[in-house]
T-cell receptor
């Protein structure tokens, strides 16, 4: 069975600084996808970025980039130039290709951006 | 906003009662997945529906059941409510294109069981 681990329960970051959120995963399946979602206090999960297991390049979406190290089974999210609106819970999730859409989520990291 | 809607937004029930939660998927999406998110935890996969059929289930008892309708909207039913069923229930919709396909989540229904 696959497993997602997020070891940072919470962190503070100053506005305009970059922050890295850690995510490691465990699966024996060679084909999978990795996702990051943001969850503000309102509760809705907002999709940020996706990385496929066979993608050669790290994914980027605006201020979000994913540092994918397949051999280490890590998929860390980097948020550049943090903004106050980035304060939220951040979840890493994985889906196996043969059971696509059945996400396994990590426990999340609470990010607080300070002025 | 994703276009995925859920109702009601909040609900209070007592132990032993039954509850029905509703989800309307984003236009063009034919797959709906349901997740339970207890306070302070990540979402847990309950089940997925595709073309009105259950297409995979997580580690939840049979008192959690669902339906998907021809317009791809979906219901989650929970019978014999327990205190531990108190959680945020999220639905997510997607297409069935497979690898690379993102799920888009609704705002959730907050259920409190007393």
């Amino acid at each position: 069975a696959q497993k997602i681990t997020q070891t940072q329960p919470g962190m503070f970051v100053q506005e305009k600084e970059a922050v890295t959120l850690d995510c490691t995963y465990d699966t024996s399946d060679p084909s999978y996808g990795l996702f990051w979602y943001k969850q503000p206090s309102s509760g809705e999960m907002i999709f940020l970025i996706y990385q496929g297991s066979y993608d050669q390049q790290n994914a980027t979406e605006g201020r979000y980039s994913l540092n994918f190290q397949k051999a280490r089974k890590s998929a860390n999210l980097v948020i550049s130039a943090s903004q106050l609106g980035d304060s939220a819970m951040y979840f890493c999730a994985m889906s196996l290709t043969d059971s696509w859409g059945k996400f396994q989520f990590g426990a999340g990291t609470q990010v607080v951006v300070t002025p | 906003e994703t276009g995925v809607t859920q109702s009601p937004t909040h609900l209070i029930k007592t132990r032993g009662q039954q509850v029905t939660l509703r989800c309307s998927s984003q236009s063009g999406h034919n797959t709906v997945s349901w997740y339970q998110q207890a306070l302070g935890q990540g979402p847990q996969f309950i089940f997925q529906y595709y073309r009105e059929e259950e297409n995979g289930r997580g580690n939840f008892p049979p008192r959690f059941s669902g339906l998907q309708f021809p317009n791809y909207s979906s219901e989650l039913n929970v019978n014999a409510l327990e205190l531990d069923d108190s959680a945020l229930y999220l639905c997510a919709s997607s297409t069935r294109r497979g690898e690379g396909e993102t799920q888009y989540f609704g705002p959730g229904t907050r259920l409190l069981v007393l």
